[in-house]
């Protein structure tokens, strides 16, 4: 399963507590070059979001780079802004040659806890843009870049979105949806040699059993 002169955009990387950050360092230390995205102005998110800040982005990407000798690259973006997501990609072009994984790991839940019927309405719409629209508008500017010679597409998915949860419907319906696009890419870009596949988080799990599917799922052995 190794990974030596892929490059690998992972988003919602950018924190060491997350399954982003997991799959980037188990990534990186198969020979993957990595490019680290997160939302870097935590405080527009919210307290209760966890996102990474751009000086954590930062010294994640130097310290891969220097531990697995690789090629690496933090950028800031927004995942519910089309601007900010275009600029990831010409920051990315301008630095690796191709995109040949995708990890579409960027979530969050806002309003919680709620019933439907007293959820906020802009948390509602807030939580699906991110977990469900931020997929959709990363893979349409990256997948242009994996069309000439494959590549593999990850979504984090949920358990949430097979098994209603109480209270979290906006991220249930979320992910519901991300399963369901997944799905529908994964007919769409075969003739490309795209993968696209999805990771339910079935139980509550480590990061790293996480990470260590993904790299399963982007290496030649998941072909």
């Known amino acids: 399963?190794?990974?030596?002169?892929?490059?690998?955009?992972?988003?919602?990387?950018?924190?060491?507590?997350?399954?982003?950050?997991?799959?980037?360092?188990?990534?990186?230390?198969?020979?993957?070059?990595?490019?680290?995205?997160d939302f870097g102005n935590s405080h527009n998110f919210g307290a209760d979001v966890g996102t990474g800040s751009v000086e954590e982005m930062d010294l994640i990407s130097a310290e891969l780079k220097e531990e697995?000798?690789?090629?690496?690259?933090?950028?800031?973006?927004?995942?519910t802004d089309t601007k900010t997501v275009i600029q990831m990609v010409e920051?990315?072009?301008?630095?690796?040659?191709?995109?040949?994984?995708?990890?579409?790991?960027?979530?969050?839940?806002?309003?919680?806890?709620n019933g439907?019927?007293?959820?906020?309405?802009?948390?509602?719409?807030k939580t699906v843009d991110v977990n469900?629209?931020?997929?959709?508008?990363?893979?349409k500017a990256i997948v242009p870049l994996m069309q000439k010679k494959g590549g593999c597409i990850i979504n984090t998915a949920s358990r949430a979105g097979k098994v209603p949860p109480l209270f979290n419907g906006a991220y249930a319906v979320s992910k519901a949806g991300v399963i369901m696009l997944t799905k529908v890419?994964?007919?769409?870009?075969?003739?490309?040699?795209?993968?696209?596949?999805?990771?339910?988080?079935?139980r509550i799990g480590t990061p790293d059993e996480v990470a260590d599917m993904a790299v399963y799922l982007t290496s030649d052995a998941s072909s």
């Open 132 to 139: 469900l629209h931020g997929v959709f508008r990363v893979s």
């Open 68 to 79: 697995y000798k690789i090629n690496t690259l933090a950028v800031n973006v927004d995942v």
């Open 1 to 37: 399963m190794q990974l030596k002169n892929k490059t690998a955009l992972i988003t919602g990387a950018g924190k060491k507590s997350g399954i982003g950050y997991a799959m980037a360092k188990k990534m990186a230390a198969r020979g993957a070059n990595i490019a680290i995205a």
């Open 116 to 125: 439907v019927h007293t959820y906020d309405e802009d948390a509602w719409i």
């Open 185 to 202: 890419m994964a007919k769409e870009l075969s003739g490309f040699k795209i993968r696209v596949n999805a990771i339910p988080l079935g």
């Open 91 to 113: 920051t990315i072009k301008s630095a690796f040659p191709s995109v040949d994984i995708l990890c579409n790991n960027a979530g969050a839940t806002f309003g919680v806890p």
